[in-house]
Every structure is written in C-alpha cells, then in structure tokens.
C-alpha cells in the first residue's frame, strides 16, 4: 500500500522577500522527505507548497516557521490535492 501524501498550501506574510526566504525554505527542505515549491507572490507574501508523509510536512513546515520567525507576521496553510510524480524542493519565480 503506498504511504499516504499530504500537500498543504502555506502563505507566509510579512517581511519575506528580499531577505533569502526562499533559499533558506528550500535549503530546510534538503532535511525532510518533502517536495514542493515556493515562490514570492505580487502582494509582498511568499506562497509555498509542500507534499509527503503528513508529519514529514508538518515537521518542515514548523521548521520554516522557527527559523525564519524573524520575518514572518502572517501565517496561513490549507490542504491541497497531492501531485503525482513530484520530487524535490524548488524555488519559482
């Protein structure tokens, strides 16, 4: 039976562009068997999108959020549909 895969949709607002929060998000990922992405978004947020074992994704998640504390004011996740095949961690522009 194949392990059951979580994806979650996470907006980070705040002071999170400019400052390598995305590099740092995708470096943190290198820990976790996550895959996903993250890009900035027009609105001056960050949108990131992170796939796997649900508590692999919760633990990268929390992760994000301890380490880059410092930028972040706003938080928001919801759950996604998983997508198939996807592998690694990548920042889009």
Do not use: K
């Not at 995708?26 to 649900?54: K, L």
């Amino acid at each position: 039976m194949p392990a059951v895969q979580m994806r979650l949709g996470i907006r980070f607002s705040g002071r999170v562009q400019g400052v390598g929060f995305r590099a740092s998000s995708q470096w943190i990922a290198r820990e976790f068997p996550v895959s996903g992405w993250v890009r900035n978004e027009p609105d001056g947020s960050v949108w990131m999108e992170a796939q796997g074992d649900p508590g692999e994704v919760e633990r990268f998640v929390s992760a994000v959020r301890d380490r880059l504390a410092r930028g972040i004011t706003g938080f928001d996740s919801r759950p996604l549909d998983p997508v198939d095949d996807e592998t690694g961690f990548e920042i889009r522009r």
